[in-house]
């Protein structure tokens, strides 16, 4: 491989590759642009709590709409993205559209907390903090209406310079939420000493409930984990009327799926939603 870290970022050059090569170099450069000048998308998935199904927030989801190649879904730039230290950059620019959002529903008299996924590498920007904070002023947004969805593996690798920054980002006020759970190593120790507020159980597992035998049993299991913790319980990926149920007789807190709506687009979320008064 001929090294090649240019204005583009690409990190190896194969030269019996041209084709592939050029047409990722041009995603890349896409990929980039697109985040420098903002133009990714944010929609909105409801997030409602148990047994009432009201609307408790939304998590808010990246899409990239490219001028040819249609409207992509982030496990189809997440990845570019990650390769490329685009994280930290697409993550402020979520961030900056969700707060705005969440500061429009408030002003229209709806309640929404925000959910944002944050990626693992702004766990090791030490300047992530301050920047969520001058979002938080900027849109004038109260702390806890914030949730920072963060995935394990992401602040594992490096456990002690990201929990600096997980301390800082909840010393903010803002709520951190243990996501993907039940799909990689959980280690607990570490869940014990990471300051969370919530725990996800990824979809994953959740579809494990129509599908095995003890799959009903797992997400039971989980969600009394979580509760001995004290953090709050979401269960994403419930996709239809018999897993809800499910999930509502576990005691999960709050569930997130199809069976309630996919994510949208923010005009459309809100012809969704049943208003929730401001508080
Ligand atoms: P995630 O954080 O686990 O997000 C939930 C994903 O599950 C979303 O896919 C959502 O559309 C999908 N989903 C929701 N309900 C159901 C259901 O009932 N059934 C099924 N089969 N799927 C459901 P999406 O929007 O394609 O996002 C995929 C992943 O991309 C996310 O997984 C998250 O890890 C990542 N991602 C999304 N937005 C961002 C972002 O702004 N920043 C970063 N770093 N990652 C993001
Ligand atoms: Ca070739
Ligand atoms: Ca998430
Ligand atoms: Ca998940």
Redesign the pocket.
Known sequence: YLAKRGGLGIAFYRPDDDRHTSERLTVVAELREAVERGD?T??Y?PIVRRSTHEVRGV?????WPHPSRGLL???EF?PI??ENDL?PA??D??LDRALAQHRAWLDAGLDLPVA????GA?FLDAGFPARVRSLLDRHRVEPGRLTA?I?ESAVLPDAGRASAVLTELRGLGVRLSI??FGTGFSAMGHLQSMPLDEL?I??SI??QIGATEGGKAVVGALIELGHALRLEVVV?????AATCAVVDSLGADRL?????S??LPPEELVAWTRPIPAA
């Open positions: 990714l944010v929609h998935q998590e808010a989801l990246v899409r879904t982030p496990e997440v993205a990650e994280i697409l993550t620019l979520v944002v996924n944050v990626g702004c969805e995935t996501d993907d996800k990824d979809r959740t579809a994403e990926g419930v996709e239809d997130q799926g199809y069976a309630f996919r994510p």
